[in-house]
């Protein structure tokens, strides 16, 4: 079946950098186009950043913009985040997902969007 298993997060002080690492498995990950998303205590899940399936196109959060980069690596069926000049409002779990399509070049930034989700990564960032 279908694994996406993240991995990276942990507690950083303000200013610092973390990389996390999506590892899927069970599907043909060329044919998937990818997403970060976070969710903070009380809140809901919003977008971080996304991956179309080719890695040509990117899109971001303007929270998050210019301080996280996604980035994938198909031959390892990995999705990376990137993540520095990390601020305290920035502390969330970070799930990964996945979104079959025939598209390329496509971003998808809704999470109803997408197929399969991993069980998350905490990450911490303290003033």
């Known amino acids: 079946q279908v694994q996406l298993v993240e991995s990276g997060g942990g507690l950083v002080q303000a200013g610092g950098a973390l990389r996390l690492s999506c590892a899927a498995s069970g599907l043909t990950f060329m044919r998937y186009a990818m997403g970060w998303f976070r969710q903070s205590s009380g809140k809901t899940r919003e977008f971080v950043a996304a991956?179309?399936?080719?890695?040509?196109?990117?899109g971001s959060a303007d929270s998050v913009k210019g301080r996280f980069t996604i980035s994938r690596h198909n031959a390892e069926n990995t999705i990376y985040l990137q993540m520095n000049s990390l601020k305290p409002e920035d502390t969330a779990v970070y799930y990964c997902?996945?979104?079959?399509?025939?598209?390329?070049?496509?971003?998808?930034?809704?999470?109803?969007?997408?197929?399969?989700w991993g069980h998350g990564t905490q990450v911490t960032v303290s003033s």
């Open positions: 991956i179309s399936r080719n890695g040509s196109a990117t």
């Open positions: 997902a996945a979104k079959f399509t025939g598209y390329s070049r496509q971003l998808y930034s809704n999470d109803t969007a997408y197929d399969f």
